[in-house]
C-alpha cells in the first residue's frame, strides 16, 4: 500500500511537471471546426464555395481603381483612447490606447494602423457580387458628436452609408452599414455579398516600439475560437462558412474583433487571406449572404460591434451589454477546463489590485487566499506524511522480514497502517484535489490581459507577462523549492527522496527561466509559504503513529537495560539489608520461610501470565514443591 502511495505521489508530480511543459512548449490548438451539415438557427448555410478577398466582382475581374483623392481625417478622442478615420475607404486607420483605466497608466499605444490606403478597420467592399467599390474609394465624412462620425458613398448603383458610436472607455465601437440602391438607379436587380473586413500588420521603425498590432488572425467559427498566424495563411487563405461570432486579429493580450448582431441566425462566412506588400500582413473578412439590391427597396441594414483594447474579461462582457447581444469576445480568454475556478481568481486577483494599486502585490494577495482556502487539504496531507515517516523504521523491518515476498510484505504494511490509524493515500488526495486549482491558476496568469505591460518592481519586474530579465525568481525559486523539500519528512526510499529533493527543484527552476514574471511571483510566494507552514506543522504535538512509533522505539532501546537490572536486584537488596541488620535480626526464621514462599508463588504467577513461549521452546510448568495459584491464594487469605 505503501508503494502504491508513493507511486500516486510521483504521478501527480509528473502530470503537474508534463502539463506545464506541455503548455509552455506546445500552445493549445483549438480543433478545426466543421461546417455545419445543415440549417444555422432557421437559415440555410451555403456550401462553402472559393472566394476572393473582399472587392472581388462577381465575373473575377479587377476591381475598379479609385480616383486620386486629398485623405482627410476625422477623430474621436477621450481620455482612454484616440481614434482616427479616413475618409479613404471610410475606415479606422488609427485606434490608440492613450490611457489604461484598468492599469490606471498612460500606454500611448496602437492597436490599429492602417499600412495601405482603405485599409483600416471597419472597411466595407463586397465579395463576388455584380457590383464592388474601387479600391481606396473617397467616402464623405461627418462628425456627429464628440462619439459618433458617418461616412457615406454613392455612385450610379451603390448607396452605402456607415456610423460609428465610440465607447471609449471600454474599448468598444458600435457600427451600422446600409446597404441600398439609389433611387434613380435603373437596370435588374442587383446580388451583392457584403464584406467587412479587418487588416493588420506589423509597422517599421520607431512606430514598431509603440505598437501592439495583432498579426495573426482570430475567428470564432461553429463555437470554437481558432488563431492563424500571418505565415500559416502564406501557404493559402483560410474560407469557411457556418456560424460566426466574430472575426478580428489575434493577439496573446489584445483583441481587435467585430462581431455581428446577428451572426446566430445566418450563415456567414469567415474568410482570412496574407496582405502582400506588408510585413506579417493579413485580412479577415466576415462575409453576409447574398443580398438582392433593387431601386426603390429599403436599404439592407447590418448592426456590428467592434472591440479594439486588452483582453479584460470585465471589458469583454461589457461588449455584450453594449452592442445588445451575444458577441463572443470574452471566449478569447482560454483558461482551459478549469475556467469556472480561473475565472473567479482572476475577479479577486483584480479587486486585490483595486486595494493595493500594485499587480504584484495583488497577486501576492491572491496566493496567500489561495494557500488559506486549501490549508485544510494541505494539512491533512502534511499529518500524513509525518504519520508515515514516523512508521519508517518499522516499514523497513517488515521489508527486511520478508525480503522477496511482496504479499506479506503488502499485508503487514496494511495491518501496521490499520493498527495505528494511517492512510498512505491520505497525503496524495489533498494534492489531487488542489491540482485543479494550480492548473486554473496557471492558465489564469498566463493569459489575462491585466498582467500585460503591469508594473511591479520598476526596473526590474516592468510587465508581469514578460521573463524575469536578471533570471532571480527562478533562481531564488530553485533555492526554496531545494529548502522545502529538506524540511518536509522524508516517506520514500532513497531514489524517490533524491528526485524530490534534487529533481523538483531544478525542473522547476528550468522551467521558470521562460515563465512569465507574473506566475513566478506566484510560485516564489507560494514556497514561501509552504515553508512556513511545514515549520509551524514541526511544533504541533505528534500524532498517534509518532507516539506509537517512538515507544516502540523506547521500548527497543530500554530491552537490554531491563535485562541487566533484574541480574542487579538481588545486590542491591543484599546491600540494603546490611544497612537495615538490626531490622532483620528479629525477623523469625519461620517468617522468612513464609516470605520465601510468597516470592516464589508471585513469580509464578508472573509465568502464567506471561505469553506463550516461542515455538521450539520448552514451556514451563510448577514443580512439585512449588504451590499453585490457588493453594497460595488460599495461604494468603
Known amino acids: 500500500m505503501e508503494d502504491q502511495g508513493k507511486r500516486i505521489l510521483l504521478f501527480v508530480v509528473l502530470a503537474g511537471l508534463i502539463f506545464f511543459a506541455w503548455t509552455w512548449l506546445f500552445p493549445a490548438e483549438p480543433p478545426k471546426p466543421k461546417p455545419p451539415a445543415g440549417d444555422v438557427a432557421g437559415a440555410t448555410a451555403a456550401p462553402p464555395t472559393p472566394t476572393s478577398p473582399a472587392g472581388r466582382p462577381r465575373d473575377g475581374a479587377e476591381p475598379p481603381v479609385a480616383t486620386e483623392a486629398p485623405e482627410e481625417e476625422l477623430v474621436l478622442e477621450s481620455a482612454a483612447v484616440r481614434v482616427v478615420f479616413s475618409n479613404l475607404g471610410g475606415v479606422v486607420k488609427d485606434w490608440v490606447i492613450l490611457h489604461d483605466p484598468v492599469k490606471g497608466r498612460v500606454l500611448n499605444e496602437h492597436l490599429v494602423l492602417a499600412g495601405q490606403p482603405g485599409k483600416g478597420l471597419g472597411a466595407v467592399n463586397f465579395v463576388n457580387s455584380t457590383h464592388v467599390l474601387p479600391v481606396a474609394a473617397a467616402w464623405k465624412g461627418e462628425k456627429l458628436s464628440d462619439r459618433k462620425v458617418r461616412y457615406r458613398y454613392q455612385d450610379a448603383a451603390l448607396d452605402i452609408v456607415k456610423e460609428f458610436e465610440l465607447f471609449p472607455d471600454d474599448f468598444v465601437m458600435k457600427m451600422t452599414v446600409e446597404v441600398g440602391a439609389p433611387s434613380g438607379a435603373s437596370g435588374p436587380a442587383a446580388a451583392q455579398k457584403l464584406a467587412v473586413s479587418v487588416f493588420g500588420h506589423t509597422p517599421s521603425g520607431e512606430l514598431a516600439r509603440r505598437t501592439r498590432i495583432p498579426t495573426g488572425t482570430s475567428c470564432h ?158 494539512t491533512k496531507s502534511m499529518r500524513s506524511m509525518r504519520a508515515m515517516a514516523a512508521l519508517k523504521p518499522e516499514i523497513e523491518a517488515i521489508q527486511k522480514r520478508y525480503p522477496d515476498d511482496k504479499a506479506k510484505q503488502q499485508q503487514a504494511q496494511m495491518a501496521l497502517f490499520k493498527q495505528h490509524g494511517v492512510s498512505p493515500l491520505a497525503g496524495c488526495l489533498p494534492m489531487l484535489l488542489q491540482m485543479p486549482i494550480w492548473f486554473a491558476l496557471y492558465k489564469m496568469l498566463s493569459v489575462a490581459g491585466e498582467l500585460h505591460g503591469a508594473i511591479f518592481i520598476g526596473g526590474w519586474l516592468d510587465d508581469l507577462t514578460a521573463r524575469d530579465p536578471f533570471y532571480i525568481l527562478p533562481v531564488c525559486l530553485t533555492g526554496l523549492m531545494f529548502l522545502q523539500s529538506k524540511v518536509q519528512p522524508m516517506t520514500g526510499d532513497s531514489m524517490q527522496q533524491k528526485i524530490l529533493t534534487y529533481g523538483l527543484p531544478l525542473m522547476f527552476g528550468f522551467m521558470g527561466l521562460y515563465f512569465p514574471s507574473g506566475l513566478g511571483v506566484y510560485m516564489l510566494t507560494n514556497t514561501v509559504l509552504s515553508i512556513g507552514h511545514t515549520l509551524y506543522m514541526k511544533r504541533e504535538a505528534p500524532t498517534a503513529a509518532g507516539r506509537a512509533a517512538a515507544a516502540a522505539g523506547k521500548g527497543k532501546d530500554d530491552a537490554g537495560k531491563g535485562d541487566a537490572g533484574k541480574g542487579d536486584a538481588s545486590k542491591g537488596d543484599a546491600s540494603k539489608g546490611d544497612a537495615t541488620s538490626a531490622r532483620a535480626v528479629s525477623v523469625s526464621a519461620e517468617d522468612a520461610g513464609a516470605r520465601g514462599a510468597d516470592v516464589d508463588a508471585d513469580e509464578a504467577d508472573e509465568a502464567d501470565e506471561a505469553p506463550a513461549p516461542a515455538r521450539g521452546q520448552a514451556a514451563r510448568t510448577p514443580g512439585p514443591g512449588q504451590p499453585r495459584r490457588g493453594k497460595r491464594r488460599g495461604k494468603k487469605k
Open 221 to 378: 467559427f461553429n463555437g470554437t475560437v481558432t488563431n492563424v498566424r500571418s505565415a500559416a495563411l502564406a501557404r493559402g487563405p483560410r474560407e469557411r462558412h457556418g456560424t460566426v461570432r466574430y472575426v478580428g486579429l489575434a493577439h496573446r493580450y489584445d483583441l481587435v474583433a467585430i462581431s455581428p448582431r446577428d451572426g446566430r441566425t445566418e450563415g456567414l462566412a469567415c474568410n482570412e487571406y496574407r496582405l502582400d506588400g506588408l510585413a506579417e500582413g493579413v485580412q479577415v473578412d466576415l462575409v453576409y449572404p447574398e443580398s438582392t439590391l433593387k431601386a426603390g427597396d429599403p436599404p439592407m441594414r447590418r448592426e456590428l460591434t467592434v472591440y479594439a483594447g486588452p483582453r479584460y474579461l470585465e471589458k469583454l462582457e461589457h461588449a455584450d451589454r453594449i452592442g445588445g447581444h451575444e458577441t463572443g469576445f470574452r471566449d478569447v480568454l482560454d483558461f482551459g477546463w478549469f475556467s469556472f475556478i480561473a475565472k473567479p481568481l482572476l475577479w479577486l486577483l483584480t479587486w486585490f489590485y483595486g486595494l493595493v494599486g500594485n499587480w504584484g502585490v495583488a497577486i501576492i494577495l491572491l496566493t496567500i487566499v489561495v494557500k488559506l482556502a486549501t490549508l485544510y487539504w494541505t
